[in-house]
T-cell receptor
Framework: GAGVSQSPRYKVAKRGQDVALRCDPISGHVSLFWYQQALGQGPEFLTYFQNEAQLDKSGLPSDRFFAERPEGSVSTLKIQRTQQEDSAVYLC?????????????FGPGTRLTVL | GQNIDQPTEMTATEGAIVQINCTYQTSGFNGLFWYQQHAGEAPTFLSYNVLDGLEEKGRFSSFLSRSKGYSYLLLKELQMKDSASYLCAVRDSNYQLIWGAGTKLIIKP
């Protein structure tokens, strides 16, 4: 009964470097969400997948951010040419289906620090 | 724009009761969630309200008034482990979760 896992847990990048953050959702969960959480703030929506389809990417802050979920399970959030303002915790969450009722189950997050 | 307001910080005493308020203005409404987040950890689900009224779950209760755009989370018999941030989130008409900044609850002995 594993929960949502994310890797790495911590990532330090130099400004301009590309990073890739991985999310393993709960097995069988249809919906997958990525959020960005700055210190002392609530999560900010980035993007949403239903199976392999990216249904909403309206929260991605720039075209440097790209997410994929090619086989409808594991997802990767890629940030190109990182900037200092990208420093945050990146949370992944999954839920069983697209129902409006379902709670989202969160992973522990990846803390990204851009120097 | 969309807005979720909750107090930044609250302090309460172990064994007491505390009420954390949340007001919202969103484009559409498809349910309101409360999550608990301990420092450095992932948010964990506490409650869900979609109809007006009170939902009780053990020591925690959550209330919703859709006409007032208002909810509260009530925590009873406070324990030291309840020290955490409490996040209010509203699912809007696009089924996106809009989150408040969270209320940091400090429990004192």
């Amino acid at each position: 009964g594993a929960g949502v896992s994310q890797s790495p847990r911590y990532k330090v990048a130099k400004r301009g470097q590309d990073v890739a953050l991985r999310c393993d959702p709960i097995s069988g969960h249809v919906s997958l969400f990525w959020y960005q959480q700055a210190l002392g703030q609530g999560p900010e929506f980035l993007t949403y997948f239903q199976n392999e389809a990216q249904l909403d990417k309206s929260g991605l802050p720039s075209d440097r951010f790209f997410a994929e979920r090619p086989e409808g399970s594991v997802s990767t959030l890629k940030i190109q040419r990182t900037q200092q303002e990208d420093s945050a915790v990146y949370l992944c969450a999954s839920s069983p289906d697209g129902s409006s009722y379902n709670e989202q189950f969160f992973g522990p997050g990846t803390r990204l620090t851009v120097l | 724009g969309q807005n979720i307001d909750q107090p930044t910080e609250m302090t309460a005493t172990e064994g007491a009761i505390v009420q954390i308020n949340c007001t919202y203005q969103t484009s559409g409404f498809n349910g309101l969630f409360w999550y608990q987040q301990h420092a450095g950890e992932a948010p964990t689900f506490l409650s869900y309200n979609v109809l007006d009224g009170l939902e009780e779950k053990g020591r925690f209760s959550s209330f919703l008034s859709r006409s007032k755009g208002y909810s509260y989370l009530l925590l009873k018999e406070l324990q030291m482990k309840d020290s955490a941030s409490y996040l209010c989130a509203v699912r809007d008409s696009n089924y996106q979760l809009i989150w408040g900044a969270g209320t940091k609850l400090i429990i004192k002995p």
